[in-house]
């Protein structure tokens, strides 16, 4: 990574404004899961460490950019963290406004300040420079540790880094680190794995991922429209049909690269309790629909991960949030615990899924961005990246 970090900034005395990632589940007004707010725990106490005074920013959920709204408060984020650091988080009204300016100004170092939900602006996911400007106006220096967030170029994200020196914390310094042993001088051999329903929106990941690995997995929902592509008859299952040449394209450069379910668990309906059974893929039977890899290919996939020296996974293997349909992408995930492999976890549904499992603490990296790790896996440069400082 040729981006700065916080390490790089002489921090004493200063306000030092953070992007964090606290778009965390929420009931009651409680934080259900805090994983998010433990992994930029790092980056807030080497900041407090240093005699510098912190203030805190990040979205949540999706409100409508017109003013305050109760239930995408970020209030109930400042009371964990403020359990996690054992010291007192304040809460500021908004996120800009002369409110906001009082508040940050008068921090001592040490002090924690959590501003409002950023997208209470509607300039926030416009990237509009003026409120930018605003946000930047309240700190010395900006610190981004927002993974999750770095592949929008929002106001809080790559505006706010065109007016303070804007350097990385050490979870987005961490991503970038794994990710990008998937796709910069990768150990080989190297296995990739994509699931996920839709092969439309991974296009672009297959064909990058196919010139870099030795070998790519492909099972979930996509599987079946490179499944129809190779002439299966698929019945009832998921299967992109406007896709199904792009696929067949896809096959036909990857040559032996790509490896394909050789049966599944069937299901008569899309539902957690429809009747099952596993066969071959050539014998889905009319009616029913695919909804997991089966035996022979999970043992096929784990005996391409034994040798693997990088396993890079994204995307489940089934429809794994029902019990029935969920064994293929657990038992790749505990295959991937007791390889020998680099093990890196894209975000979303394979970092719950590593959780389900019981096997999340085995992976050498679990992201914390689902969309972010996709679009780096892509090769796209990421905005909230691209703005960080370049070190010299």
């Known amino acids: 990574m ?12 200063k306000r030092v404004l953070m992007r964090v990632d606290f778009n965390v589940p929420m009931a009651d007004g409680v934080v259900t899961d805090d994983k998010r707010i433990k992994a930029v725990l790092p980056t807030i106490q080497y900041v407090l460490d240093h005699d510098a005074s912190l203030i805190l920013m990040s979205h949540l959920g999706r409100p409508k950019g017109t003013g305050f709204e109760p239930e995408f408060s970020l209030k109930a984020a400042a009371v964990a963290l403020s359990r996690l650091l054992g010291k007192p988080v304040q809460m500021a009204p908004d996120c800009v406004g002369p409110e906001v300016e009082v508040l940050a100004k008068a921090l001592q170092p040490g002090e924690v300040l959590m501003l409002e939900n950023t997208r209470f602006h509607k300039g926030e996911e416009k990237n509009d420079l003026e409120l930018a ?22 106001a809080s994200t790559e505006g706010v880094a065109r007016f303070l020196p804007a350097v990385s914390g050490f979870l987005m310094e961490q991503e970038l680190e794994y990710l990008g042993r998937a796709t910069d ?37 996509m599987a079946n429209t490179f499944l129809a592509a190779a002439g299966h008859n698929m019945q009832n299952s998921l299967v992109e049909t ?14 032996g690269k790509l490896m394909l379910p050789v049966d599944a668990v069937v299901a008569d309906k899309f539902d957690a309790e429809a009747a099952s059974q596993v066969v071959d893929i050539d ?3 009319a009616g029913w629909r695919v909804l997991d890899i089966g035996p022979k290919s999970i043992a096929q996939f784990g005996e391409v991960l034994k040798t693997a ?11 794994f949030e029902f019990p029935r ?14 390889t020998g492999a680099i093990t890196v976890i894209g975000g979303g549904d394979s970092a719950s899924a590593v959780k389900k499992a019981g096997v999340a603490k085995q992976m050498t990296h679990v992201s914390t961005g689902g969309g972010a ?13 691209a703005a960080l400082n370049d070190k010299e």
Not at 325 to 338: P, S, V
């Open 2 to 13: 040729n981006k700065k970090t916080v390490r790089d900034l002489d921090l004493r005395g």
């Open 185 to 221: 001088n990768p150990a080989h051999p190297y296995v990739a794995i994509l699931g996920g329903a839709k092969i439309s929106d991974k296009i672009s990941v297959v064909e990058n991922m196919l010139s870099k690995c030795d070998t790519l997995i492909i099972g979930g929902g």
């Open 133 to 154: 400007k605003q946000m930047a106006d309240l700190g010395d220096v900006y610190v981004n540790d927002a993974f999750g967030s770095a592949h929008r170029a929002h």
């Open 373 to 385: 790790s996709l679009e780096f896996l892509e090769g796209r440069a990421l905005p909230g990246v």
């Open 309 to 319: 020296k990088l396993v890079v996974w994204n995307g489940p293997m089934g429809v």
């Open 242 to 255: 406007s896709s199904v040449a792009t696929a067949k394209a896809i096959m036909a450069k990857a040559g």
């Open 325 to 338: 349909f969920a064994e293929g992408t657990f038992a790749i995930a505990r295959l991937l615990a007791t």
């Open 283 to 285: 014998k889905v039977p």
